[in-house]
């Protein structure tokens, strides 16, 4: 399934729901087909998305150390990439004060 996140001042992100759900899991809310984070939400989201996205390279970084060049660039932070645009979505929003809306 795909889900669309929109803020006003930023276009809209477009994921699948592998990522949607990690994301989600990394802060530590529950997933709905629908939603609004409020502007007074999502300092705390980006903060908790920000600590998994490092706590995961630092993971890849200590445990592919002793690994050669082909692992490493596979265990590059593979949320950090994917969910850069999710974070930027929530940063715009932060700047302007907008919340973030999804689903229907």
Do not use: C
Not at 21 to 49: C, K, T, V
């Amino acid at each position: 399934m795909i889900h669309q996140f929109q803020t006003k001042n930023a276009a809209p992100v477009i994921m699948l729901d592998d990522l949607t759900h990690r994301i989600f899991n990394a802060i530590g809310r529950p997933f709905e087909n629908q939603g609004i984070f409020l502007p007074e939400q999502i300092p705390a989201y980006i903060e908790r998305l920000q600590a998994a996205i490092n706590a995961e390279q630092n993971d890849a970084s200590s445990s592919s150390a002793s690994d050669d060049y082909d692992d490493q660039s596979a265990g590059l932070s593979p949320l950090g990439r994917r969910a850069y645009p999710f974070l930027e979505l929530l940063r715009r929003a932060q700047e302007s004060q907008e919340p973030v809306v999804w689903g229907t």
